[in-house]
């Protein structure tokens, strides 16, 4: 059996969600910040067995996409000016980082 966490956008939440659910996939949702943008993400914890875990992750692939969004840079109260930008930038966001991990023991009660 295998844990697989995936961070993504918000954006992408519900559409990773429904799709899970459709494939008969139980998940759960926590929601989580991400330390580059500061901008809230979610966090989705799947248990599955070893032989489903390419579903998965093919699932998370096809509704979590990677897109290019302006951000406006924070100033660097007390830090280092010389690197600060004052103008939006173009980022890359979205997408998945996963993580699968092995699962010793589960229980459900």
């Known amino acids: 059996m295998k844990l697989i966490m995936a961070v993504i956008q918000d954006k992408d939440s519900n559409r990773l969600s429904d799709a ?4 008969d996939y139980r998940a759960t949702k926590l929601a ?6 500061k901008a809230g993400n979610t966090t989705f914890l799947i248990g599955t067995e070893d032989e489903k875990v ?4 093919s699932i998370i692939k096809e509704n979590c996409q990677s897109r290019e969004q302006l951000v406006a840079p924070i100033s660097p109260m007390g830090g280092n000016a010389d690197s600060y930008v004052p103008y939006p930038v173009e980022v890359q966001v979205g997408g998945a980082t996963v993580f699968v991990l092995p699962v010793e023991q589960f229980e459900q009660f």
Do not use: C, P, R
């Open 32 to 37: 989580s910040t991400g330390g580059f943008l």
């Open 54 to 57: 390419e579903d998965v992750m």
């Open 20 to 23: 899970l659910v459709k494939k």
